[in-house]
């Protein structure tokens, strides 16, 4: 299994730009998370889809940011216009969930490290 | 007071060591709990899973999760200097829903 694939891997941009990060994840895994680590925060959610839906996007900062899953191999997080204080790294998860008391593992990619200068 | 607490050191610890890292949490309904550990600018691996109350073995990895003082543990044996990484801790309340992860203690094991 290839895991969980992001791209771009580093993505540096000015300030107003818009950004768009992918994310495929791990194939049969049913739920999928966006997470932005920072120094200052360290890993944070920003919206997670389950089966495609989208179940809570409360990390999301603003207006600026909004994600997608159009399919179950599939999702973007956009960034429009973006801002200094974005940058950070940006991680895709997925996991698939089973039954109470069963196994729950959530597998993370190698996230995309952003720039806005 | 953040969900979940974990000291960021760092640590140094000597190849060969018992290393010892430790989470607590607010959240009694936390019944998921995982270590993931981080190499620099890589993604968090996952190291270990656990459900509930308990100890898990893994190789040279025990994790262990005492609910009722909502405190969760990671020992690492015979430390190597490839164990030098940042480790995680995470947990959530159901299956399928966001981990809440603490900041992440720093570890250095020197040869």
């Known amino acids: 299994d290839a895991g969980v694939i992001q791209s771009p891997r580093h993505e540096v941009t000015e300030m107003g730009q818009e950004v768009t990060l992918r994310c495929k994840p791990i194939?049969?895994?049913?739920?999928l998370f966006w997470y932005r680590q920072t120094m200052m925060r360290g890993l944070e959610l920003l919206i997670y889809?389950?089966?495609?839906?989208?179940?809570?996007d409360s990390g999301m900062p603003e207006d600026r940011f909004s994600a997608k899953m159009p399919n179950a191999s599939f999702s973007t997080l956009k960034i429009q216009p973006s801002e200094p204080r974005d940058s950070a790294v940006y991680f895709c998860?997925?996991?698939?969930?089973?039954?109470?008391?069963?196994?729950?593992?959530?597998?993370f990619g190698p996230g995309t490290r952003l720039t806005v200068t | 007071q953040k969900e979940v607490e974990q000291d960021p050191g760092p640590l140094s610890v000597p190849e060969g060591a018992i290393v010892s890292l430790n989470c607590t949490y607010s959240n009694s309904a936390f019944q998921y709990f995982m270590w993931y550990r981080q190499y620099s600018r890589k993604g968090p691996e996952l190291l270990m899973y656990t459900y509930s109350s308990g100890n898990k073995e893994d190789g040279r990895f025990t994790a262990q999760v005492d609910k009722s003082s909502k405190y969760i543990s990671l020992f690492i044996r015979d430390s190597q200097p490839s164990d030098s990484a940042t480790y995680l801790c995470?947990?959530?309340?159901?299956?399928?829903?966001?981990?809440?992860f603490g900041k992440g203690t720093t570890l250095s094991v020197s040869s």
């Open positions: 998860a997925s996991s698939l969930e089973v039954s109470s008391k069963g196994r729950y593992e959530q597998y």
């Open positions: 889809f389950n089966n495609n839906v989208p179940i809570d």
């Open positions: 995470a947990m959530s309340g159901q299956a399928g829903t966001a981990l809440i």
């Open positions: 194939s049969g895994h049913n739920s």
